[in-house]
């Protein structure tokens, strides 16, 4: 293949522009911002099921109090219904007051630990209340992290994409004055080998793989037209020739 000297030089600024925007890609993909925000939101979601635990537990010891405390007031009141009985003086069998006496000792009884179940009952839902309240702040605070974070990320991506936008401007620009057969080589080398479809050769080294020409490889260099279009004997890539090659 032949291509004008210049039109070689060129490949190298267009090869220059596709290095710049491999590198904006890499920055892209590497933002630290990537590895902290997907730890802060592993944190957060162990801390959201924690909070669903604690919202669970004290849901259902909310249900146990009423329950808890019904069986209270039930108590309660069949003993209040007994006691009126009694002080009403309806009941006058020896017998009958004896178990009145003893059913009314049994429901204080059956009442007072009735209450005792209410107050640790009432003590399990006070700390599962608290416990809503830290893990709730626990969640704010570590969703405040990510958006902070992901402010900060969206910056940098604004950033990036912006330069980006401006190299793949200037790459049309160029890339639209190289030849077009030029171009399709250098584009199909540059994607087999590693994003470097040409290099320059500087001071008899290929600055592709960053191999030196033995001297069988650089008399053939030399001997080429200032038109041909010569390629590295080992890596293969579009080696462009300019005054510091050495030749």
């Known amino acids: 293949m032949n291509a004008a000297p210049a039109d070689q030089i060129r490949l190298l600024d267009v090869q220059a522009l596709d290095v710049r925007l491999q590198q904006l890609a890499h920055r892209r993909r590497s933002l630290p911002e990537h590895a902290e925000i997907e730890t802060l939101n592993k944190d ?24 808890a405390e019904q069986d209270v007031d039930q108590v309660r009141t ?18 009958d007051l004896e178990n009145l006496q003893h059913e009314i000792a049994s429901l204080a009884k059956r009442q007072s630990d009735l209450e005792d179940v209410v107050l640790d009952v009432m003590e399990r839902r006070e700390s599962a209340q608290a ?9 704010a605070s570590v969703q405040a992290r990510i958006d902070e974070a992901t402010s900060r990320r969206d910056a940098s991506y604004e950033e990036i994409d912006g330069e980006t936008g401006s190299v793949t401007k200037e790459r049309e620009l160029i890339a639209g004055s190289v030849p077009a057969d030029l171009l399709k080589l250098y584009d199909k080398l540059r994607e087999q080998q590693g994003g470097i479809g040409a290099a320059r050769l500087y001071q008899r080294r290929c600055e592709g793989c960053r191999l030196e020409l033995n001297i069988t490889e650089m008399n053939e260099v030399r001997a080429a037209a200032p038109d041909t ?18 030749l």
């Open 131 to 139: 416990r809503i309240e830290e893990l709730t702040e626990r969640v």
């Open 44 to 67: 957060l979601a162990q801390q959201r099921d924690l909070l669903v635990a604690a919202q669970t537990e004290e849901s259902d010891t909310a249900r146990e109090q009423t329950k």
């Open 78 to 95: 069949r003993a209040g219904r007994d006691q009126q009985r009694l002080d009403s003086g309806a009941v006058t069998s020896p017998r």
């Open 229 to 246: 279009v010569v390629r590295c004997e080992n890596c293969r890539r579009i080696l462009v020739r300019t005054a510091e090659s050495g």
